[in-house]
């Protein structure tokens, strides 16, 4: 038994897919190694046996010594029991290799996820990375399985070319250079397979890509009647898919087909020239016999060297995805001149906008377009390097943009204005790392407004999330949400339209209840909001206009005396 998952500890090579096919079988050379030698073990037990038979007839059948034909059977017998134990470790370890490459493939992807943020969405849609961690990564794998038979039937073949050297050496020529000829052949209905394996793989992306967005908005399409113009969108793609998977169908039936053919083409060939030598008195019965048998056998390594290319080309299309998905750079990455993070208490200044986020304060931000106010605070979690190039954040005396991701992440957190759950308990959707009791989870839960989500609930705490939250309404997502930001504890919390899909009532109880959840003096809230029922609540309120801060003051003192403010909150009022 393997524990997963395997460690990484160095960078894939992403230049090329078979670089990064050679660069995953680096991770376990050790399994292909026996794959390999089992898989030799296997193939070469078969090539003997035909061998064998012919010597166990012309030494024992037709010479009549009992003996001598004990003797070979014994032989043909262990080489079966041989054959059947080989079979079975190399399957095993073949799957193993298949596994091991599929996962350690689906754990990148799954890091890429993970650490990118917004840069991979931005570059390729869901569905094409559903698709590639689900379907690409395991395709892949194959090639690693199919290795092990690939030289298995590479290495029987060599056994017989000698076997058959010397019965006659002109059979040892045909099978030396026929064999690698009729693979040849294969590659003339292996190139248009390619393109059109290539093409489907596309043609599924897209229509997973559909799909996962259908589904993301059908609560949106059924409020406004929309749902027929996504599922024609859907029917049309998996149409265009459907007959793309019919055209890779055709090039496979053609690969099977002209292999039937070129391999049956060998062995008539073979035959008829074994056959020929026996006519002239050149071999004998039990030879003839022994070639009959490695005809037959022949064929396998035209077989496994046609399974071997197909399952190629699925893989070399797999890592071509992957490699996408992998490429994909990061809006954030760690600096390679890191300094120390600041110390608790720290003041923390967008020098472009002018916004000072001093702790023990709710700070609000308002502008007269939302973009602006949110595009200035978010800076503040270091989300984008190249927006930081242009626009310094100091936290204390540093650059944002050489303190620790680490330090920035635990101590300072942003939540977005689209709120996002994923499936599991509601517990571990509130709580992630589990640091809370349910006493705290519950105090969030009240300071959030939120309780009465969870007495609707039959399981509380331990009742499952679907996914995205899709049984909750966009407001209780959105309370839920915020009670989850609480638990964080951060040092800076940075809230983005934390009440925007609540109604009135419930959003004048969580202004009501956000100072006593928040208000401490090493602990700093900002708001971005025009609503008058947050802004009353914050101890500072930042205007601004064309991105930069014009006015600063209380809710109350800038109604009075700003009227593009007053502006500005009448309308959102």
């Known amino acids: 038994m393997r524990s997963f998952p395997y460690s990484l500890t160095d960078a894939p090579d992403l230049r090329s897919p078979t670089r990064y096919l050679l660069w995953l079988g680096g991770f376990q050379k050790a399994t292909l190694a026996v794959g390999i030698l089992l898989g030799t073990v296997w193939m070469a037990s078969q090539a003997v046996m035909p061998f064998v038979l012919g010597r166990a007839i012309d030494d024992g059948v037709i010479a009549g010594d009992t003996g001598s034909l004990v003797g ?70 194959e090639v690693y399985e199919v290795l092990t038979r690939l030289v298995g039937a590479a290495a029987a073949w060599l056994v017989v070319t000698v076997l058959i050297w010397q019965t006659s050496p002109v059979l040892g020529v045909v099978v030396l250079a026929g064999v690698p000829v009729c693979c040849g052949l294969l590659l003339f209905v292996v190139r248009p397979m390619q393109a059109r394996q290539r093409e489907q793989r596309e043609a599924s992306g897209a229509m997973t890509a559909v799909g996962a967005d259908t589904v993301a908005g059908l609560r949106v399409l059924r409020g406004i009647g929309g749902e027929h113009i996504f599922v024609d969108r859907y029917r049309a793609k998996s149409a265009a898919t459907r007959d793309s998977g019919i055209r890779v169908a055709h090039s496979l039936a053609d690969l099977e087909a002209s292999q039937v053919f070129i391999a ?90 002018g916004v000072v986020v001093a702790p023990g304060l709710v700070t609000a931000v308002v502008s007269r377009e939302p973009a602006e106010s949110t595009e200035a605070v978010t800076r ?29 992440r635990s101590r300072i957190v942003v939540s977005e204005a689209a709120p996002q759950l994923f499936s ?103 708001l971005v909001t025009a609503s008058p029922l947050m802004l009353r609540t914050a101890d500072r309120v930042l205007f601004l206009e064309d991105g930069r801060v014009t006015a600063q003051g209380s809710h109350q003192d800038l109604m009075r005396s700003n009227p593009a403010y007053r502006n500005v909150v009448i309308r959102s009022e």
């Open 264 to 353: 049956g083409t060998f062995s008539v060939v073979f035959t008829w020239v074994g056959a020929s030598l026996v006519l002239a008195g050149d071999i004998t019965p039990g030879e003839l016999v022994a070639l009959y048998g490695f005809s037959i056998f022949l064929m396998t390594p035209i077989r496994a060297a046609a399974d071997s290319v197909a399952r190629s080309i699925r893989a070399h299309v797999g890592a071509r995805k992957i490699i996408a998905v992998l490429s994909v750079d990061a809006n954030v990455s760690a600096s390679t001149a890191p300094v120390a993070a600041p110390p608790a208490g720290s003041v923390l200044v967008d020098e472009r906008s």
């Open 380 to 408: 503040l979690g270091r989300f984008e390097d190249a927006v930081l190039a242009e626009a310094t954040v100091r936290w204390g005396g540093a650059d944002l943009r050489h303190v620790r991701l680490e330090d920035i």
């Open 424 to 526: 599991g308990p509601l517990r571990r959707q509130l709580d992630p790392h589990g640091r809370h009791d349910d006493d705290a989870v519950l105090a969030a839960l009240e300071a959030a407004s939120a309780l009465d989500i969870l007495e609707g609930l039959d399981g509380g705490l331990d009742h499952e999330v679907t996914e995205r939250g899709r049984g909750f309404s966009g407001g209780q997502r959105q309370r839920l949400v915020l009670a989850r930001a609480y638990l964080t504890d951060a040092e800076t919390l940075v809230l983005v339209e934390p009440t925007s899909a609540v109604d009135a009532h419930t959003e004048q109880r969580i202004s009501a209840r956000l100072a006593g959840a928040r208000r401490r003096e090493d602990r700093a809230t900002v």
């Open 72 to 141: 070979w059977a014994a032989v043909l017998l262990a080489l079966m029991v041989v054959q059947a134990a080989s079979d079975t470790a190399t399957h095993r370890a073949g799957v193993s290799n298949w596994m091991q490459a599929a996962f350690r493939s689906v754990r990148l992807v799954g890091h890429k996820i993970s650490r990118t943020g917004d840069a991979l969405p931005a570059a390729l849609s869901t569905g094409e990375v559903v698709s590639t961690a689900a379907s690409d990564a395991f395709r892949l794998g």
